[in-house]
Structure formats: C-alpha cells, structure tokens
C-alpha cells in the first residue's frame, strides 16, 4: 500500500508555487506588461487568478467531502462527475501537464543558452531541453523523496532572485509609465494566452494527493495559499518592472530580468531552478494521473505498475517523457504555451462545473470547507469565454476531443462503486419539475400521454410495445406492467426486484415493471388505483382486447371501476397475420356520440404521425352521416378540427341516412385493408358490456388491426352532432 508522507507545506505548497513562479515569470512577464501596458497586464494577471482561485476553491471544496486517493485532480472529478467525464478530463490534463514540462524547459533552454552564450535557433533549444528532461527524469526515477527535498533548495533560490530583483537597479528607465496597450503590440488575447500557464502551477500540488498524509486539510491549505503567493509576486513584479524598464525593452528582451537584477547570477539560479523545478513537478504528478486512471481501467493497465513500496508509476513516467519530448521538439515557448492554455482552461472549466453541480444538486455533499455555489459556475463560464476569446477554433477542437474521449469511456461502460453527480443533477431536476407541474395543473392543457400498458407476455408482445410508445408521442410516458399470477401471493417483489431491465424496453424508452398478483383484474385495477404520482400521474390505460372475456364478471367490474377513475382507455385487438401491415395507412372513425373520442384521435394521429415507422402514414378521418346532412358543410367543419395536425389528412363523409346500415358494417366495407384502424367507444351501461363485445369481435374478424379509443372527461366536447346545420 502507498505510503502517505508529505505534508501540507512539502506536498502541496511547495511543488504549485514552483511552478506558478516559473519559466512565464521569469521569461515572459517583462513581455506581458510590454505589450498590455502596466493596468493591462494587472488586469490579465487578475482575470486568470479569478479563473485559478475558483478552480483552486473548487477543487478544494470537493477535496474535503470525499476521500482522495491517488490522480489528484482525476480523481476527484472521477468521483463526482462520473467515468466518462472524469476520465476525459484526466486524460486531457494528463497531456496538458507533460506538455507544460516542455514548457518548462524550452523556457530553461533559453535561459541557459543565452547565459552561457550557446546558440539560441530552434535545434540549439531542443537539444538542451532534451539534456535536460534526461536529467529530472532520472531525479524522478531515482526516488519521489529526494526529488521534493530538491525542491526547498529551488524554492530558496527564487526567493533570494526575488530579492536581488526588486534591489536591482535598471538602466532602461521609461519616460512615460505605459499603462496601456498600444496598436502596435500584439493582442490582448494572445497574450493572456501566453500568460495563463502561469496560474495552472497550482493542479501540481493536487496531483500529488495520493502522497499526502492529509489531503483533505493540505490540499486546500497549499492550493490556495500558492495561489494567493503567486498573485502578490506577479502584481509585484509586473508593477516593478513597469515602472524601471522601457516598454520596447520588456518586449524585445526576455532576460531583462537577470540584467536589471542586484546580483545577476541569483536570478540565474531562481530561472534554472523555477523552470526545472516546474517541469519535476510535472513529472512526478503526470504519471500519477495516469496511472490513477489505469487502476480505474481508464487507460492501459500496464501503467497502474509501479516500484516499490510507494507503487512509484515508473510505466506511466516513460509515457510523460514522449510526450514531454514531443513538446520540446516543437522548441517554440509561445506556441507550446498557447496549447497548454486551453488544455488547463478545458480542465479547469469542469473542475469548476463539478463543484456547481454538486453543491447544487447532491444531498449528500457536504464538504469541510464551504464556499458558495456561484463561485463553480462563475469559474466555469470564465473559462469557457477566455477559451471563445483566445481561439474560438482551438476551443471547439479541445470540446472535440472532450467529447471523443467521453463517448469512447462511455462505450467502455467503465463503472465506479460510488454515485456521480449526474444521479442527484437529475433527481433535483426532476424533483423540481414535478414540484413545478403539481403547482401548475391545467385540465384544459394539451393531452401528455401518461400509459399505463398492460402487453402481455406473447411473441407479439413487442407489436404492443410499440404501438404503445407511438401513441405516447415524443414526450410521454409509458410503464409497461408484467402480472405474475401467484394465487397466494405471500411475500409480494422486493422493490427491486420490479424494476424490469430489458434491451426491448431500453431501446423504445419504456419504463418497465413486474409484480405479483393472486387475480389478474385486481392486479389491474389495484395498479391503475395507485401507481404514479404528483406532476404525473397515470392518465391512460392501454392492453390487449379481451377476447374470450365477454361473459366475464370479473373483466366488467374491472372496466367500470377504470371509467369511474376516469382513465383513457386503449385496447388493441393485434391482427397476427396482417400485424400493421406496411405502416401507410390509418383510418380514424368518428360519428355523433364520439364527441370526446374524436379529439383523443386528434391527439394520437399526430403523435402516430411523429414516429418514425407511421411517419410516411395516409391518415383518413371517416364520418358517418346518418341525417343527410350536407357534406360540403360536414367536411368543412370537421377540416377546421383537424387543421391543428398541420398534415395531410383525407377526409371522407359516408352517406348513411337512407340504408341505415350498422356502423360496423359499415367500417368492415371501408377498413378492410387498412393497416390501422381507429374506432371511438361509445357510452354504454356496463350490463350492455358483452353485447358490445360480441359485436366488436365480429368486427374484427373482418378488418386488420384495431385500436378502440374511450377518452376521458377531460377532453374537449367536439361538435360531431349536425342535426341542426341547415
């Protein structure tokens, strides 16, 4: 097991502000504050530090409410956010900080050939920054200890280069103190680009979470104390710099500081020991990062090995080298910065949205160390505008690879034993919703199917499910409810155990259910007298007709009591040979008494029409005129009912006032081939209840699949009756 042994001050401060006091400081700072001018550059150090502090407070808050292992700030958003997110972020940061090691050391590389007079091209900045990478990787190898006691000794050495910086004298004393940025000079946004890697030093101290004998009280001690430092020097130092250096110098000069320095050779050792220092904090936090994921089965497994007994990743090591060899290669700072600017601003970005979503929406986050919610989504939008700012481009390529890594985890279905946020995001949402729809029920609102679906257990189950989920629409709810007949029914599921998982239901987005049951019509009846609840209750019924069953008791007291609930009723009766046919043709049968029915059929012709099987479906509203009505009249007025569907809708009026014949027959002669048929339930006293069976199953026997409609109260009376129409 690892061994936890570093303190707050060694563990955390040390490493972040080593880094935050780096290769920007001492190499690129003159450069900011030439080109943005004295309050442009304040402000471009201020704008990142707003972006640093509520990433640091952040990731601080979440640090003190769950336990942190090893990967540091992977782990974390791992733990919060899930997997998927975790791990493309973890990813992301992971190469964003084996970049920033080539960073580092082509900034050192500048440095250190400029000192010693060796040459200063592109292939000259390599090779030393090649030598140099050798060298702290080795350090890293040779052992983790060592390499944090290297880091006192750097950070004494900044400290006395800061000192014998604000002692220097300076012979390059502007006339004017520039305050502004000029049209001359380049962008503000490039160079906050340029700038920003220098605030991202504090993730340096959080990746070495898995070595810390504390994190929850060293990490936000450290982070934010490393912050707060390095916003007082870089305030410091680009106010100093502004008022004893000429701005064509700070832009044209990146060692001005060595030069104006009391004792040059201090300022040396603070840029060599800042910019390898930077870059060990790199090497010993990237490879923890991965192989934090590695454990995870995130990444490979052959980078969760480590050595001895602190589980050193060396794997994970030789992996950040290549890619920190690739950065060097490149051997241009400004470049290499700008890409490491949007790898940490992507990071950081969610970071600060992951504190948001769980201090909004987890009950169950409750962190040591408080701070106010707002804080994550004012970090989050800050980043994301310094990201459209910088380059809209490079923004939407990082949120393509993001996003590629996350569906790729996604697809991996890599699972953690603990909750993401995402569950408690959703359930607040819902609960939300469901208070705010309770509050604003509307019984003359638009129908929003609600079904209750009884299917069956038949190989033509599925046929069902699907009707069902059509006639729900885009955004209705369907429950399909399994009965198992169990005539003692002792010890009724475990919750549980109900919830039903099946690819069938998962693909059509049908919820699923299963209980036991000692009488198949109580069953029934018992569900649609208690399932749902506030916001959304149940508001329709849908099975199989009831073939067989027209004699039943049982069956007849079952129906009355969903007519007394005051449910929609639906009852398929599914043709086994013709099933749906071609879905291309539907006919919806309206007559006087259907005036409630006939806007329920509304309702489901246009969601039948919205789904992709019917969706290239004729639909015929056929009306049966039994009083010699005008046709044209007829037609026009049941047009304008059905103008709201915005489709294509055929309309035919049957003339039926001299033969009088039964109004099945009449469907039998005209419904015969049609795939889908749509017949309205007409009011009847339940003793008249098998006669109308008997009679529905004779219809049919003669005609394809039929969906018989009873609406409910709520809908609206539409006028069907045209006695009166002269």
């Given amino acids: 097991m690892q061994g936890k042994k570093f303190g707050t001050f060694a563990g955390v401060f040390t490493p972040s502000i080593l880094t935050i006091l780096g290769v920007i400081m001492y190499m690129r700072l003159g450069w900011v504050v030439g080109n943005a001018g004295l309050i442009g550059a304040i402000m471009i150090i201020v704008l990142a530090h707003v972006i640093a502090v509520s ?117 390059f004393h502007p006339e004017t103190i520039k305050f502004f940025s000029s049209a001359d000079t380049v962008p503000l946004e490039v160079v906050f680009a340029i700038f920003f890697p220098a605030v991202t030093g504090f993730t340096a101290g959080i990746a070495m979470s898995g070595d810390l004998k504390d994190p929850k009280e060293s990490i936000p001690k450290g982070t934010l104390l490393a912050i707060g430092t390095g916003l007082i020097i870089y305030i410091g130092v680009a106010i100093f710099l502004a008022f004893n250096v000429n701005s064509e110098v700070l832009k044209t000069d990146y060692n001005i500081l060595m030069k104006i320095a009391l004792f040059a050779p201090a300022v040396v050792a603070g840029i060599w020991g800042a910019t390898l220092s930077s870059a060990l904090g790199g090497i010993l936090g990237g490879p923890r990062i991965l192989q934090a ?22 794997n994970a090591l030789f992996l950040v080298f290549i890619i920190a060899e690739a950065g060097v290669l490149v051997g241009e700072l400004d470049v290499i910065a700008r890409i490491v600017s949007m790898f940490y601003l992507t990071a950081y970005g969610f970071i600060n949205i992951s504190y948001f979503l769980e201090s909004w929406a987890n009950p169950d986050f409750q962190p040591s160390f408080k701070i106010k919610s707002w804080i994550g989504l004012l970090g989050f939008v800050a980043c994301f505008a310094v990201m459209f700012k910088l380059d809209m481009l490079a923004m939407f390529g990082a949120f393509a690879i993001i ?118 019509y109580d069953g029934i009846t018992n569900i649609a007298t208690t399932y749902g609840f506030s916001g959304v209750e149940p508001n329709t019924i849908m099975m199989g007709w009831p073939k067989g069953l027209e004699n039943s008791v049982e069956y007849s007291k079952m129906t009355e009591t969903l007519l007394h609930l005051d449910y929609n009723l639906l009852y398929l009766d599914f043709d086994r040979k013709k099933k749906f046919g071609k879905y291309k043709t539907v006919d919806f049968w309206w007559r006087e008494t259907d005036s409630k029915n006939a806007e329920m059929m509304l309702n489901i012709a246009r969601f039948i029409i919205a789904s992709p099987l019917w969706n290239n479906t004729k639909i015929r509203v056929l009306f049966v005129n039994n009083n010699n009505v005008n046709k044209e009249i007829i037609n026009s007025k049941i047009r304008k009912l059905v103008e709201d569907l915005r489709v294509l809708v055929d309309i035919e009026i049957i003339n039926n006032a001299v033969e009088q014949k039964p109004f099945y027959n009449i469907i039998e002669e005209y419904s015969e081939k049609t795939d889908l048929t749509v017949v309205g339930i007409p009011n009847y006293k339940i003793e008249k209840q098998t006669e109308f069976v008997l009679k529905t199953n004779q219809l049919f026997e003669s005609i394809g699949s039929t969906l018989l409609v009873k609406a409910a109260n709520n809908f609206n009376v539409l006028d069907l009756d045209f006695i009166e129409i002269k």
């Fill in 55 to 171: 990433t640091g407070l952040s990731v601080s808050s979440i640090a003190t409410d769950k336990k942190i292992g090893a990967g540091g700030v992977y782990y974390i958003l791992s733990r919060s956010m899930g997997i998927p997110i975790g791990g493309s972020i973890g990813i992301a940061l992971y190469i964003g900080t084996a970049l920033s090691i080539a960073l580092y050391l082509i900034g050192f590389a500048e440095s250190f050939n400029g000192y010693f007079g060796f040459g200063l091209t592109i292939n000259d900045l390599r090779l030393t920054g090649t030598i140099a990478l050798l060298a702290i990787t080795c350090l890293a190898l040779i052992s983790t200890s060592v390499a944090i006691k290297a880091q006192f000794f750097i950070l004494a050495a900044i400290s006395v280069s800061l000192v014998a910086i604000f002692f220097g004298s300076s012979d």
């Fill in 293 to 314: 994921m590695s454990v995870d089965n995130v990444t490979p497994k052959i980078f969760r090995k480590g050595r001895g007994k602190n589980n050193e990743p060396v």
């Fill in 403 to 520: 996003a590629g890594l996350y569906f790729w985890l996604q697809r991996k279905e890599v699972k953690l034993q603990s909750n993401d946020v995402w569950q408690s995001v959703w359930e607040n949402v819902v609960n939300k919703g469901l208070k705010k729809i309770d509050a604003n029920i509307d019984e003359n609102s638009n129908w929003n199917p609600n079904i209750i679906l009884f299917s069956g257990e038949s190989k033509h189950q599925s046929y069902l499910l699907q009707l069902g989920k059509a006639v729900s629409g885009r955004t209705g709810i369907v429950t399909n409810f399994k009965l198992i007949l169990d005539k003692k029914n002792e010890k009724p599921l475990k919750k549980v155990d109900q919830i039903v998982r099946d690819d069938t239901f998962a693909e059509l987005g049908i919820f699923a259910r299963q209980v036991k049951v000692d009488n198949i």
